[in-house]
């Protein structure tokens, strides 16, 4: 991630109130308050989140075919520690263990994706399907149903196969549009009797800026100032393709629904009084935001996307904007395609006015002529990109409700990391970030944003990208150097398992025993996971020690034979 700089808010900002970005957005029902005791709605859906490669590990059994992910983490100096995800968690083979976890939690979904390479190992639906590992997916839907867990469904969680990059140049081609809308189609005749909540794509402003624009993500180009947007381009209309496919074919036999997740950091304006970082805050929400939710719902890009990144795009001498347009067929196309949102939400920036000059190097972060900012007094638990700011949660939430009609909001992917070396299960921060969370999107709920479910992220540690293992977000713990990735549970589980059986924060008395009733839970798995050196320890006695050692009494015995044979001879 990008490093940030840093700047120190005086406390009389932060009580301040805002206006931006809309006139509707009404701020004095936004403050950041004290924490709110209450319940959700009846039938708000808990769960809990991973994805395909970041878990499943099995890279290259039962016919899978290559990711660009099993490529891009292969070459050296791409991942931290040169790690892979190989094996990860071993999730492939451990689909009854996890469901155990799952339904011992008492979700009510679990959201997970499904690696298009693995179905579909050249990524083309015509040249041959893996029924292996449409039987993988398939047992995993039917568990989950037995155990009345909602599957939640993403199509693409950033696996793109590796065919598809090195023949077609993927989502930098326009192909690539009806190759993913046969995998989806494949998808939902497979699995959409029994799944009913289907995501496209998680995180598409990923995929765009970190895979074709920074190199940092899989497929490691860097292609500055366009690659982002032609893959951004591509991506949204194979989302409407893929709506449209749903909408025709399947929707009246199957009765689900399609949207997409997109990941999203609040932006604050530095000053609130100066217009200019007031501005500059609202393009950084629509250039990350908006990007690719303002043509889904509106039907084209946000218009100060196609202000600055036109008029910078004359200043260096092109004849057109690096932002690829829609034509009018197009806007038609992809306006109104998503039955749900997905929002996936970690932290918020403050931001203020920086002016690139028309020659600085054409890029996605220039274009936007704004510096992002910190403050330090916000904890930062684990990774140093990722903050604590509850506050910016609501704010989110509240402007998707403004700008995009009041739509059903599900959050996909809200929860904070540790570093590798902590191994203490006793993760108090945790539960104060996801406390403070889930509170500031129940505020949002009391202030009518359409919020149906809520998903932590994530059920396990498991790879993090270029992060590798260095970095954990899990509920569970996994020890990633035993064999059998064993699952450790932290005190986070029971501190979320109370919060699901409460539906909320129903009283002060109860609440405020839960961490401390978490946190006597964590002791025993302490201790287990001290032991674990010892049990990895065993098994690398048994499966390389032992199978030596015998080796040798076997040779030994033979040239003792030898010996006596030829004494007697």
Sequence with gaps: MQQHSVVRICPFLLLALCIFASEDFDWTKNKMGSFQYGTFPSGFSWGAGSSAYQTEGAWDKDGKGKSIWDVFSHKRGKIHLNDTGDCSCEGYHKIKDDIALMKDMKLNHYLFSISWPRILPSGIKNDYINEKGIEHYDNLINMLLENRITPI????????????????????NASMVNFFNDFANLCFERFGNRVKYWITFNNPWSVAVEGYETGEHAPGLKMRGTGAYNAAHNIIKAHAKVWHTYDAQWRNKQKGMVGISLSADWGEPVDITNQRDIEAAERYVQFYLGWFATPLFHGDYPQIMKDYIGRKSAQQGLSSSRLPTFSPHEKSYVRGTCDFLGISHITTRYITQKNFPSNHANSYFTDRDLAELVDPQWPDPGSE??????????????????????????????????????????????????RDYINEMLKAVKDGVNVKGYTAWSLLDKFEWDEGYSERFGLYYVDFGSKNKPRYPKASVQYYKRIISSNGFPNQREIESWKRKAL??????????????????????????????????????????????????
Aim: hydrophobic fraction near 45%; proline fraction near 4%.
């Design 153 to 172: 469904v993403t199509l693409y969680h950033w696996d793109l196969p590796q065919v598809l990059e090195e023949k077609y140049g993927g989502w930098q």
């Design 520 to 569: 006597e839970t964590c002791t025993s798995s302490n201790q287990l996971l001290a032991a674990d050196p010892l049990i990895s320890h065993m098994e690398m006695v048994t499966e390389i020690v032992v199978p030596t050692v015998c080796t040798l009494c076997i040779l030994l015995s033979a040239v003792f034979l030898m010996f006596l044979l030829r004494t007697r001879i």
């Design 385 to 434: 990109w990722l903050y604590s700011v509850p506050w910016g949660f609501r704010r989110l939430l509240s402007f998707v409700k403004t700008q995009y009609g009041d739509p059903v909001i599900y959050v996909t992917g809200n929860g904070v990391s540790e570093k590798m070396m902590c191994t203490e299960l006793c993760d108090d921060w945790r539960m104060q970030y996801l």
